[in-house]
């Protein structure tokens, strides 16, 4: 009996090992795809100028899941040599901490959760299991611990003097720069002060709301679908005050406007599409894009079908010439929602393409330099400084 049951304990310990070990790969695997279809030549041109360009990329997922950011993955879209190869000089991580069971784009609400198994799944440490907050301090310390361990490669950014060396490199070969935000404020708990914790973390950019309506305003994939509450309007001012930027991505259509009505700093769209060549709920309407570009925002593109309706060069090339046609080139930027469980035609390695579409689209060199990364950083550089109190 005893024998019986140390055996049995045993093939039990080695099957939970083989699960955690295996089970994340799988499931990224699974999750964060690379369609295949063919990518448009790059000419020697387009390398050359992709190569000069200061990028900036809004949007990735990429802490979510239980790999090592400094490594080259074979899963996935984006890590540090990847961001490198594709020139990336500004990558945004956000921090996903909830999403629903059978998440679609119309509508969910909060009474499920998925991410808890994946947190269990990866055996991330007991406190995040139950708490969102955690799920958050615990991504940005992932951020935190790759830039030490990174020699150099891959450095924080904070503060509006943090943008100045990703602007002007001093050398040939110059880190990756990492900025931390959040994709819904239902992380706080709750509790409007805990976003002095996410500040003291690193977050330097928040999205009000992900998959569904939290206390703080209405999802667009949400079931009521409001505006800002109460806390919400707020999360907003104290957010202007720290010097966090406000996102609007996943916002309520009654949420997005509240928000454009009541900023007095730069507003971003981290990642998504525009209605005009992407009719996707998710993506903006033209008197969306215009509310973005009165307050010196940008609108970052995404590369994945829900933002651009196709996963080529030419589509993310569309939505931006539809941005820039709209309301100027400078409220055009990128964010490509890499590792955010979605489809793409390439991962950051290949940016290239994009600038090989925007050539091929006319855009000239100024245009291209400004809609890769310069408008970004205008943004970033305006947004993190602190402001008046709130
Ligand atoms: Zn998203």
């Not at 799920?135 to 950014?157: F, N, P, Q």
């Not at 973005?292 to 589509?315: M, Q």
């Not at 994009?354 to 245009?367: H, N, R, Y």
């Amino acid at each position: 009996m005893n024998r019986f049951a140390i055996g049995f304990g045993a093939v039990l310990l080695v099957a939970l090992v083989a699960f955690f070990t295996l089970a994340p790969g799988i499931a990224e695997r699974d999750m964060n795809q690379i369609d295949g279809k063919p990518l448009p030549e790059v000419t020697d041109q387009a390398q050359a100028l992709h190569d000069s360009l200061t990028i900036v990329d809004l949007h990735g997922d990429s802490l979510l899941w239980k790999r090592d950011i400094l490594e080259r993955g074979d899963r996935g879209h984006m890590d540090l040599p990847r961001l490198a190869d594709g020139n990336v000089a500004l990558q945004v991580f956000s921090s996903v901490t909830k999403s629903p069971k059978g998440q679609n784009y119309d509508s969910n609400t909060g009474d499920t959760d998925n991410i808890t198994l994946l947190a269990i799944g990866q055996l991330q440490p007991l406190r995040t299991w139950t708490s969102l907050l955690e799920r958050t301090l615990y991504h940005a310390e992932k951020l935190d611990r790759a830039a030490e361990g990174s020699d150099g490669a891959l450095v924080l950014v904070r503060s509006p003097a943090d943008i100045v060396p990703v602007r002007a490199p001093d050398s040939a070969d110059p880190p990756v720069a990492a900025m931390l935000s959040v994709e819904g404020l239902h992380n706080l708990e709750g509790d409007i002060d805990n976003l002095q914790l996410l500040y003291d973390a690193g977050v330097r950019m928040a999205g009000l709301t992900h998959f569904f309506d939290n206390e703080l305003a209405g999802s667009m994939h949400g079931v009521a679908k409001g505006g800002l509450t109460d806390m919400g309007s707020e999360a907003v001012r104290r957010m202007e005050a720290m010097g966090i930027v406000v996102d609007i991505a996943h916002c309520s259509r009654a949420c997005v406007a509240d928000v454009l009505a009541m900023a007095t700093r730069p507003v971003v769209s981290s990642h998504g599409g525009v209605q005009a060549t992407c009719p996707v709920n998710r993506n903006l309407t033209d008197a969306e894009i215009r509310g973005v570009a009165r307050t010196g925002g940008v609108i970052g593109i995404g590369y994945w079908p829900g933002a651009v309706c196709d996963t080529s060069p030419a589509a993310i090339v569309a939505a931006m010439r539809h941005v820039r046609d709209l309301v100027g080139v400078e409220h055009v930027a990128l964010g490509s929602d890499f590792d955010g469980s979605v489809t793409m035609r390439f991962d950051t390695s290949q940016l290239v393409g994009v600038t090989q579409g925007l050539l091929e689209d006319g855009w000239s060199v100024e245009e291209i330099r400004a809609a890769m990364g310069g408008n970004a950083l205008r943004v970033l550089e305006n947004g993190l400084e602190p402001g008046a109190p709130a």
